[in-house]
Structures are given as C-alpha cells and as structure tokens.
C-alpha cells in the first residue's frame, strides 16, 4: 500500500509566489527523489537527496531530506508559469532497495 | 539520445486480450522498470529487472510478466487483459544498481474494455 503521504493534493498560487510541499512517512527511507510530470509525459528528475539533512537545490528548486530520514520538502520560489505540474516524492525504503516508492503528486497550477 | 521509448502510446483491449508494451532504452542502463500510475495513486512499480537475465516483482505484479533478454529492450505482457488494467503504464531505466534517479519514457495509455 501507499507508505508516503504527499501534501498538498494540489496548489493554486499567483506567479512570483514561493510554493512548499512535503512528503512524511512512518518508514525509513534511504533515499528521496523529486520529480516532475507534465501532462502526457513522463515524469523528470529534478533533484535526488542520499544524506538525511542534505539539503540541495537546482535552480529556483530547492530539496531537503529530514533529518529522521522520514520525510522530504521541496521549495520552489518566484514560482512561472512553467511550474505547472504534477509534482512527486519518491523514496526508496530501508529494506526495500531497487525499488521506488512514490507519493501521490502534488498538482501545481500557476496563476498569472 | 532517445532515451527510454515505449510503444505503442495508446491502445484499446478488449478483456481477456493479451498484448505485450515495448520498452527500449540506448543508455546502457542496468536497471530496467514498469509502473503503472491511476489517477490520485502515484506511480506503483510492477516488475523491475537489475540486468539481463534477471527480474524480479515490484508492489502489484499480479496480471503481468517480464523478460529480460538484452540490456536494451524490457518488455511488459498483459497475459489476459482486465478492466482493472486501464491505466498509464511507464517504462524506466536507471545507471544507479538501487534504481535511484530513474530516466521515464513517455507512457502507454491502455484501456480495457
């Protein structure tokens, strides 16, 4: 069953605006990856995290892996309108290596 | 680069019809994976293989098989397709031996009805 809990669902926000979402878990993870989805495509890295407090960033994204190692945030600032987008935690559980968990998305619409 | 491509992008089955999604990658990867994504649910992974000759089963491989016969091509068989099977399916390859930092290809979205 679904082992991560993402939130917000979804994310109505004006462009120019910072955004924050999240992942938590009652599991260990070892590993936590961001990714983004646009409509029709396949989903894209944006940022891997290893370390638990590694905090790293690409760009206007910015990711950090806490520190219990049971939970992940990902900023984005000065939001676009090229932001819009399903966003997704992925992690791999300790004990379960080679295979991805993920969350159920985040849906980010951008308002002009 | 092509990357990971999957075909066909859209098929229709009707229940009970078996069909086999193709799935190629030209990066050398090791690492090869399905998943199936259904609204609201995220990405579910089905079967997942470390290298050729070698696969093993994901959260919900029930309905599915997988083989492994080169690096390059990981194929998905629907053995008798069900409408509990519509859904967008993706392929995905990775350097990373833990699966980690997964290259996606476009998708296949089936409908079974």
């Known amino acids: 069953g679904q082992q991560l809990n993402q939130s917000p669902q979804s994310m109505f926000i004006q462009e120019g605006e910072d955004v924050s979402m999240n992942c938590t878990s009652s599991?260990?993870?070892?590993?936590w990856l961001w990714y983004k989805q646009d409509p029709g495509e396949g989903p894209v890295l944006l940022i891997a995290?290893?370390?638990?407090?590694e905090l790293t960033s690409n760009g206007r994204l910015t990711a950090q892996f806490g520190i219990t190692r049971k939970d992940s945030f990902l900023n984005i600032s000065a939001s676009i309108p090229s932001d819009v987008g399903i966003y997704f935690c992925?992690?791999?559980?300790?004990?379960?290596?080679?295979?991805?968990?993920f969350g159920s998305g985040t849906q980010l619409t951008v308002l002009p | 680069n092509a990357g990971v491509t999957q075909t066909p992008k859209f098929q229709v089955l009707k229940t009970g019809q078996s069909m086999t999604l193709q799935c190629a990658q030209d990066?050398?990867?090791?690492?090869m994976s399905w998943y199936r994504q259904d609204p609201g649910m995220g990405l579910r992974l089905i079967h997942y293989?470390?290298?050729?000759?070698?696969?093993d089963q994901g959260e919900v491989p029930n309905g599915y098989n997988v083989s492994r016969s080169t690096t390059e091509d990981f194929p998905l068989r629907l053995l008798s397709a069900a409408p509990s099977q519509t859904s967008v399916y993706f392929c995905?390859?990775?350097?990373?031996?833990?699966?980690?930092?997964?290259?996606f290809g476009q998708g296949t979205r089936l409908t079974v009805v």
């Open positions: 992925a992690g791999q559980l300790r004990g379960s290596a080679r295979q991805l968990t």
């Open positions: 995905a390859s990775s350097s990373r031996a833990d699966g980690g930092e997964a290259f």
């Open positions: 990066m050398n990867h090791e690492y």
């Open positions: 293989s470390v290298g050729a000759g070698i696969t």
């Open positions: 599991s260990i993870f070892n590993t």
């Open positions: 995290l290893y370390k638990a407090g």
